[in-house]
């Protein structure tokens, strides 16, 4: 039977329960709760998705099916089956008979985060895809969390979105209220309200909102009906689905891809202080160094493991790939001395063949025992943007520009006044809704100014990048077939090949249909499709999504190269340090010069968090 203390303890949270299953009052617009109580509708009320959705959805699925039914994984478990650490060996991976992985091994301790690193293409999310799927043998106490793409649009709100993920929590809560009508004093309801109290079930609305804000929804946002929302806002509402059930094993692929820089600032404050499995694929080095605690490479079809973070790995990794060279050297010249002196000696005198004899046998035991490999280095990757030729300046002039979208609506920038060269290199900043992709277009002609003028050089022709570029492309076409269409007055194929080539697409990529590609590959499809229009203006709206680290660097070496100007929107901070010189900051309707660099920018966004979100830092101190 229980003891006093615990029917005192099980009356509080019984209580506590009752309390949690009352209406909640909504707050208004401005955050504050209103005097109407309004009824929790359950999950299933909450509004579904509408049926054009539904149908896409299911498209989706099915071609996920698809995948998995093109997939061979095989692997054995070597780490105990209770155990919380996961180490499988013999892990071979193969898609369409291609092999990704072989006879490698997949370590994934407790506590540590890691980053899967590798080049486009080379089958990380394939990887995450089968560890999510449970395609390799992973303990089914270990619960797994993958996220694969946004929420679809629905009547339900972000906040209901984000809550209902956590059906363990509703099926404990609804558990504890059956259990308190029939016996309040019942061992099984102690240990239910014990593991609520872990949960924090009664403070889970308030964390799936400090989520969300932490993503960039404001009070108002949250309760907005998710069909009002872009992809991109609907992904966010995925991610915080992800962190707010805090799985043992969580895996993100590219999660920084649709959020602005203040949202990547608050997203890698947050992950460091996971404290379970952690497993994310990222193009940006920033954030790798800030959230990982471990480095995964996927390379030459095999997982090597690294401790420490991305510039951690890059000084182990050249350390021991020297080290391996030099083994390889001495090795190779120990095998030509050898089989030199076998050659000379091994039919001289008795002595010298005794000699020779015995060479041999150490030459044959080195050869038994496996010799080093020579390192085989990442296929080096480069850009190219053609030359545009100069045109005198001001090529673009904003002169009192005022925009928004409708005649009610609010105004997105109030009286702007600029110029933009040949020789400007800017990167705008600023939170999610300020206008920078807005201000791009504007200066393309996309959208008109509302009030003021943009003057434009009568020659200037105008590049633009941006994340739905990839829509254009025929996907039944190889990329051979598409920029022969887009450019018919390159009639050789071959000199399209070496054009094609120039950005990272080789051999059978260049021919096979571009469905069958990777989002990287697409993306470097659209690269060479944009550097051949050959502007003077490149105005670049996040470009490194879906690109590998290598990628980046490639396209940032172009950038430097460039004879023209460059604008550019982009969430990954060792892009904006590598090529902007100055920083644009949109917000409140205006844009200003920030007075430092982004560095200097990313220190100014974190310590607006320490002010908005008090226990973020606190955690962040205790890891």
Not at 5 to 13: D, E, N, S
Not at 117 to 141: C, D, F
Not at 173 to 178: D, G, L, P, T
Not at 442 to 459: C, F, N
Request: aromatic share 6%; hydrophobic share 35%; proline share 5%.
């Amino acid at each position: 039977m229980p003891s006093d203390l615990a029917k005192k303890k099980a009356a509080k949270k019984k209580e506590a329960a009752k309390a949690r299953q009352r209406p909640r009052r909504v707050p208004d617009e401005n955050g504050d709760a209103g005097t109407e109580p309004q009824e929790v509708r359950p999950p299933e009320a909450n509004g579904t998705a509408l049926p054009e959705v539904d149908a896409l959805t299911k498209e989706l699925e099915d071609f996920e099916l698809k995948k998995a039914a093109a997939r061979a994984v095989t692997g054995v478990l070597a780490s105990h089956p209770n155990s919380t650490d996961v180490h499988i060996i013999n892990l071979s991976l193969t898609f369409h008979g291609q092999e990704l992985l072989s006879d490698t091994k997949l370590e994934l301790n407790s506590g540590r985060r890691y980053g899967l690193i590798g080049l486009n293409g080379i089958g990380k999310s394939m990887l995450l895809s089968a560890i999510g799927k449970r395609e390799v043998p992973i303990p089914e106490h270990i619960d797994i969390y993958h996220l694969t793409r946004e929420m679809p649009p629905s009547d339900k709100t972000p906040l209901q979105c984000v809550m209902e993920v956590d059906t363990e929590r509703a099926m404990l809560e609804r558990e504890a209220e059956r259990l308190a009508h029939e016996d309040a004093e019942c061992e099984k309801l102690l240990e239910l309200y014990e593991r609520l109290e872990e949960l924090d079930a009664d403070k889970a609305e308030a964390r799936a909102s400090r989520i969300l804000h932490g993503l960039g929804f404001t009070p108002a946002m949250q309760r907005k009906k998710l069909k009002d929302f872009s992809g991109g806002w609907r992904m966010r509402v995925a991610l915080a689905r992800a962190l707010f059930i805090r799985p043992f094993m969580l895996l993100l692929d590219e999660p920084t891809n649709h959020l602005d820089l203040d949202a990547c600032v608050w997203l890698e404050e947050e992950l460091k202080t996971f404290k379970r499995i952690l497993v994310l694929i990222s193009h940006s080095q920033d954030f790798l160094n800030g959230v990982c605690t471990n480095i995964i490479h996927m390379h030459n079809r095999k997982l090597k493991y690294y401790t420490g973070n991305y510039d951690q790995y890059v000084k182990t990794r050249l350390e021991l790939e020297e080290n391996q060279m030099k083994r390889f050297h001495w090795e190779q010249d120990q095998i030509a001395h050898m089989k030199n002196y076998i050659a000379r000696f091994g039919h001289g005198s008795a002595k010298l063949a005794r000699q020779a004899q015995s060479k041999e046998k150490t030459l044959q035991k080195m050869m038994a025992s496996g010799l080093t490999e020579r390192v085989v280095n990442d296929k080096t990757l480069s850009f190219y943007f053609p030359p545009c030729g100069k045109i005198p300046p001001p090529v673009i002039m904003v002169q009192n520009v005022s925009f928004r979208y409708t005649k009610d609506g609010p105004w997105i920038y109030n009286n702007l006044e600029f110029g933009i060269d040949l020789d400007t290199r800017v990167a705008l900043v600023g939170p999610n809704g300020a206008g920078k992709s807005t201000l791009l277009k504007l200066l393309t002609g996309e959208l008109l100014p509302t009030d003021g003028m943009i003057r434009k050089h009568s020659h200037v022709k105008i590049g633009r990048y941006h994340q739905h570029l990839q829509e254009q492309l025929d996907l039944d076409l190889s990329p051979l077939e598409y920029m022969l269409k887009c450019y018919p007055e390159i009639k050789e194929k071959e000199e399209m090949r070496k054009i094609i080539g120039r950005y990272g697409l080789t051999g059978k990529q260049q021919v096979s249909p571009i469905r069958n590609l990777s989002d990287g590959q697409k993306c470097r499809v659209c690269f060479a499709w944009l550097a051949w229009q050959n502007p003077h203006m490149l105005f670049l709206d996040e470009p490194t999504n879906h690109l590998d680290i290598e990628t980046i660097d490639a396209l940032a070496d172009a950038i430097n190269e460039f004879e023209g100007g460059m604008m550019l929107v982009s969430h990954d901070f060792r892009l904006i340090q590598q090529v902007a010189q100055e920083i644009w900051v949109c917000e409140k309707q205006t844009i200003t010069k920030w007075q430092g660099d982004i560095l200097a920018y990313k220190e100014h966004l974190k310590s607006k968090l320490v002010d908005e979100d008090p226990q973020l830092t606190k955690r962040t101190h205790n890891v």
